[in-house]
């Protein structure tokens, strides 16, 4: 017989992004052409400078293990660059490595969570901070951030659950904010600070778009007095140097945490590989104008779509603060043809035409906060965006393929309209 499997394993959600890009894949090995809005990766090439580094580093045999904290000039290259453009100082020893930033999800609520001990997420959110945090027995509680409010952080919310949570212990903070793009201002940051000061309260800044801000510059949550020691901040190679696939992060806390960090990493994944790092510490150290220019290419597009999909009948869509996503609100569209916001996205990939299809996520995938809302990316060439744009318009006005949809998916049909406001 089989063993049982545990009730964590079997009642976890996966990132859903990577479920639609199954489906996507499938279609298309199948002859369909799908205009891929649904994973937020970079389409551009790995710098040069990052690629020679990393092929180097093979050469040279930097193919065995290397130090669970990370190697000590990986760490001290990223210290220098959060100094250098983020303008607080960090040193090396406030560094820790990691294959991308999602693992730090699951370390930090290993180094601080309890069964029962109560994290204030803003909804919607990353999806698999509900599986990390579950993954300790710890309890989410949900502070919806809302378009009238720019997708900013509540700081009203935070005061609450602090003063009204027995068991607060943790805050899950992103911005900018995947899938909103919302933007947390200075003052924001500044009242959440001042909040958390001196609680036995940990803050994980989730910060992987951190080159990615349309207006000024990035705001840490860790420039805030005191909260180095309070927060873990988590950084990632993936967006701002298109590097997904090499599996490169950082985290920067306090020397303590990082010590925490270092011992769960031993124990888990005993270290990043090291020509992977030495790759990392080439794209900080050369290739910064490559990333600028990238994410000026991002920025453009995301204005491109956003414009594009406010033209959409049943559309209205903020223009974000930051990140390469848009997320515009679809409940009047919904509404009128009686189908959720993830329905819609499967009906655009799957049901709306036979050659041609859309993919992209329902904001439900990002909780239920995400409910009449889509999440597109902005990872692909313009004409690409022009005519997903040019396609949901017109998809959206096929009731007779809507309805067959929605005979043969069931599932999928609105049973409540969604608000039209917020
Ligand atoms: C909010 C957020 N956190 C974490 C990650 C994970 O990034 P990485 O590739 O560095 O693991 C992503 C990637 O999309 C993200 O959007």
Not at 115 to 133: H, K, M, Q, R
Not at 295 to 318: Q, Y
Request: aromatic share 10%; with cysteine.
């Amino acid at each position: 017989m089989p063993p049982s499997y545990t009730r964590f394993s079997t009642s976890i959600q996966p990132e859903s992004a990577f479920t639609v890009l199954a489906v996507a894949r499938q279609l298309i090995a199948a002859g369909k052409e799908v205009i891929e809005l649904e994973i937020g990766d970079s389409p551009f090439a790995t710098p040069d400078g990052a690629v020679e580094a990393g092929i180097q580093a093979i050469r040279d045999g930097r193919t065995t293990y290397g130090p669970s904290v990370g190697l000590p000039e990986f760490r001290a290259a990223a210290a220098a660059y959060v100094t250098e453009e983020h303008g607080f100082e960090v040193t090396a020893k406030h560094v820790v490595a990691g294959p991308g930033a999602k693992t730090f999800e699951q370390l930090f609520c290993e180094a601080f969570l309890e069964p029962e001990d109560g994290v204030l997420v803003f909804s919607p959110y990353f999806p698999t901070y509900a599986a990390n945090i579950a993954r300790r027995g710890a309890r989410m509680v949900l502070s919806s951030l809302r378009a009238s409010h720019a997708f900013r952080p509540n700081v009203g919310d935070v005061r609450r659950f602090l003063d009204e949570d027995s068991r607060a212990k943790a805050i899950f903070l992103n911005s900018p904010h995947n899938p909103t793009g919302g933007v947390a201002t200075g003052d924001d940051l500044r009242g959440l600070a001042d909040l958390v000061r001196g609680r036995d309260v940990a803050v994980f800044s989730d910060e992987p778009y951190d080159c990615m801000v349309w207006e000024g510059r990035h705001q840490s949550l860790l420039a805030q007095p005191g909260m180095l020691e309070q927060t873990v901040a988590a950084y990632t190679f993936s967006k701002s140097f298109s590097m997904s696939g090499w599996r490169l992060g950082y985290a920067v806390s306090s020397p303590e945490t990082v010590q925490v960090f270092d011992l769960l990493t031993n124990t888990a994944l005993s270290c990043v590989a090291p020509f992977t790092q030495l790759a990392g510490v080439a794209a900080l150290q050369h290739d910064r104008q490559y990333r600028d220019d990238r994410m000026k290419e991002f920025h453009r597009k995301v204005e491109l779509l956003v414009r594009g999909v406010n033209t959409i009948d049943g559309v209205t869509c903020l223009m974000p603060g930051g990140t390469f996503y848009v997320f515009p609100s679809v409940a009047e569209i919904c509404n009128r043809h009686g189908i959720t916001s993830h329905g819609l996205a499967m009906y655009l990939l799957e049901g709306a035409d036979e050659r041609l299809g859309v993919a992209c996520l329902g904001g439900e995938c990002f909780g239920a906060a995400g409910a009449g809302f889509l999440r597109l990316s902005c990872a692909q060439p313009d004409d690409r965006l022009t005519a997903a744009v040019s396609f949901i318009a017109a998809a959206t006005t096929r009731d007779d393929r809507i309805v067959a949809y929605l005979d043969a998916h069931p599932d999928h049909r609105l049973e409540t309209p969604y608000a039209l406001s917020d």
